[in-house]
Nanobody, 122 residues
Framework: QVQLVESGGGLVQAGGSLRLSCVAS??????MGWFRQTPGKEREFVAA????????RYADSVKGRFTISRDNAKNTVYLQMNSLNPEDTAVYYC?????????????????WGQGTQVTVSS
């Protein structure tokens, strides 16, 4: 049974940092991504990483501020978020896919976590 469990969300002031974690179980050789969603809007891509960690991709809105990484020995993917601003406020979801290259669309992911709330105050 596939399970993705996110953690690390919370309330932070603008300019602060958070690190999200996503522990995966029941999967092997999978790519991972982070997405976010605010009420009334579609889920949007944030960052993605291949199984090997050799390739990553970021949304333009987070490039240079967020870093995705993974520790396959711990079955965990991370999203380090720096220089946060109120526009980053959202529920953040991790997702897993079975393709060997970086993918950025919601439809490309097979499994999803339950989400973790990130709130950035001004």
């Amino acid at each position: 049974q596939v399970q993705l469990v996110e953690s690390g969300g919370g309330l932070v002031q603008a300019g602060g940092s958070l690190r999200l974690s996503c522990v995966a179980s029941g999967l092997s050789s999978y790519g991972m991504g982070w997405f976010r969603q605010t009420p009334g809007k579609e889920r949007e891509f944030v960052a993605a990483i291949t199984w090997s960690g050799g390739s990553t991709r970021y949304a333009d809105s987070v490039k240079g501020r967020f870093t995705i990484s993974r520790d396959n020995a711990k079955n965990t993917v991370y999203l380090q978020m720096n220089s946060l601003n109120p526009e980053d406020t959202a529920v953040y979801y991790c997702a897993a896919n079975r393709v060997p290259w970086v993918v950025t669309t919601v439809e490309s992911y097979d499994y999803w976590g339950q989400g973790t709330q990130v709130t950035v105050s001004s």
